[in-house]
């Protein structure tokens, strides 16, 4: 069974970084498109970032660009999400899903998510 655990969220204050980790189990992982997802205090679930299977396509919405950095270790079926310069508007739970393609990065191509990780941005 196809299983994504998110990791590496918490509090932090503006300006800070985190790293997040998507860890996947149950499936092999250059296969999979990854997506990561952000979704606010009482706002619809959003895309920020998407890896191409073989991390060598990547995309970002614009309000991250520059900021965040997208990355893979296929050895270890894990995708990271590099956030820096965080910013109050950064805060919800961030999300990672998985598609069975070379690419997609449309929220409805995501067959399997992961449960999330809280990221806090915040003095």
């Known amino acids: 069974q196809l299983q994504l655990v998110e990791s590496g969220g918490g509090l932090v204050q503006p300006g800070g970084s985190l790293r997040l980790s998507c860890e996947g189990a149950g499936f092999t992982s250059e296969d999979y498109a990854i997506g990561w997802f952000h979704q606010a205090p009482e706002k619809e679930r959003e895309v920020v970032s998407c890896i191409s299977s073989s991390g060598g396509s990547r995309s970002y919405v614009d309000s991250v660009g520059g900021r965040f950095t997208v990355s893979r270790d296929n050895a270890k079926n894990t995708v990271y999400m590099q956030m820096n310069s965080l910013k109050p508007e950064d805060t919800g739970v961030y999300y990672c899903?998985?598609?069975?393609?070379?690419?997609?990065?449309?929220?409805?191509?995501?067959?399997?998510w992961g449960r999330g990780t809280q990221v806090t941005v915040s003095t």
């Open positions: 899903a998985a598609a069975r393609a070379v690419y997609v990065c449309e929220k409805g191509d995501f067959r399997y």
